[in-house]
């Protein structure tokens, strides 16, 4: 693909979605003054700039960023589906789950959005060859866009070069769950996490874009779907954070190498926060995370508590201290579905669960 076409002849159904959605969504709201503050929030890339670069093969996975504040400060990301980890920081630069590409300031008047005062990072994004591509087609590479921003649906169009992008706002700690959800599920993310987004915003109409390419996700959302995927976010994000924080940088590790690394090396921006997760500070703390997580992973896979407490990699580390989770039985429950579903082949996959990441 040539950077400069950032929407490929390929994705031609989503063009024709953006123009629609965009039609529809300003004819039905009152014409009013875009200004500066109308950005504030987190808006994730929903074109095809991104997605067929991992078709071809020329990225891994990932998803660009766009977080703004009232005045306009703007920080441009990529959200990676892998958790950063030490070894990796170490050994290859990559220490954080959310690479931040540049900053900047976005002025808005009237249909014009201007990107001043950018300041690309040397942040590692992924390898050598991939980061000058992905800060040559970030969205804060491009001086100048027309806009048209309609119930969180940012549509952008270079003032000067054939590219149009599409940004849907959605709350921080819901995309992470999101993001959770397909990492704790296992499966790939250039295959799986698009239809998720889908599924899982089909009651949001920033994200109607998507609805033309997963034609099952408007039909998703009923209230016994909704109330399982709830479930299943929420376990999946406990899952995600208190793997996240076992693997982080400790003061006593036995690796040398790793003692090197600040206490702050490693990023976890993704990750949701939760109030009984701290990150660790030395070998005990950690070995005392990774019992809790086995704990976890074994009631979900669907081992009784007593048992799950008497597990080999839980009993010696706790020493009969009373394991507390801050998620459901039925939370745990659907967690527990995900992980069935994906292990089997797709014919014998949980029909909820298979229409939810397409398994298929």
């Known amino acids: 693909m040539r950077p400069s076409r950032l929407l490929p002849r390929s994705g031609a159904c989503l063009a024709a979605a953006l123009a629609l959605a965009t039609t529809v969504l300003v004819s039905t709201c009152p014409a009013r003054a875009l200004e500066t503050r109308d950005l504030t929030g987190w808006w994730i890339a ?3 700039v991104y997605p067929t670069l991992w078709r071809h093969g020329d990225i891994v996975a990932m998803e660009e960023l766009l977080i703004v504040t009232p005045d306009g400060r703007a920080t441009n990301r990529t959200m990676r589906f892998i958790g950063p980890n030490p070894v990796a920081c170490l050994e290859s630069g990559l220490c954080t789950d959310a690479p931040l590409i540049a900053t900047a300031r976005l002025a808005l008047k009237g249909d014009l959005l201007t990107v001043r005062e950018r300041k690309e990072t040397t942040i590692r994004i992924d390898d050598d060859r991939v980061d000058p591509l992905i800060r040559r087609i970030a969205v804060t ?4 866009w027309t806009v048209a921003h309609v119930d969180g649906l940012l549509v952008l169009r270079s003032a000067t070069a054939n590219a149009t992008r599409a940004f849907a706002r959605i709350a921080p700690n819901r995309l992470r769950a ?3 959800g397909l990492l704790s599920s296992g499966l790939s993310a250039a ?3 698009r239809c998720l987004l889908a599924n899982a915003t089909a009651a949001d109409p920033a994200f109607v874009p998507l609805r033309g390419r997963f034609d099952k996700a ?9 109330t399982f995927l709830e479930a299943y976010l929420r376990a999946a994000s406990y899952d995600l954070a208190l793997a996240a924080a076992r693997s982080m940088v400790i003061s006593d590790d036995p690796d040398p190498r790793l003692r090197t690394l600040k206490s702050d090396a490693v990023e976890l921006f993704m990750a949701m926060p939760f109030d009984d997760i701290a990150l660790p500070r030395t070998a005990a703390e950690r070995e005392r995370l990774r019992a809790r997580h086995k704990y976890l992973v074994l009631l979900a896979r ?7 407490s008497r597990h080999v990699d839980v009993a010696p580390v706790l020493r009969g201290e009373q394991v507390k989770l801050a998620v459901t039985d ?4 659907a967690l527990g579905r995900v992980w069935k579903a994906t292990d089997r082949p797709p014919e014998g996959a949980d029909l909820e669960v298979k229409q939810l990441l397409r398994l298929d």
């Open 46 to 48: 929903i074109d095809e």
């Open 141 to 144: 590479a491009t001086p100048v």
């Open 178 to 180: 999101l993001r959770a």
């Open 191 to 193: 295959d799986h996490w």
């Open 218 to 226: 408007a039909e998703f959302l009923d209230a016994k779907a909704s």
């Open 302 to 308: 669907g081992l009784a508590p007593e048992a799950a």
């Open 330 to 333: 039925a939370e745990l429950a």
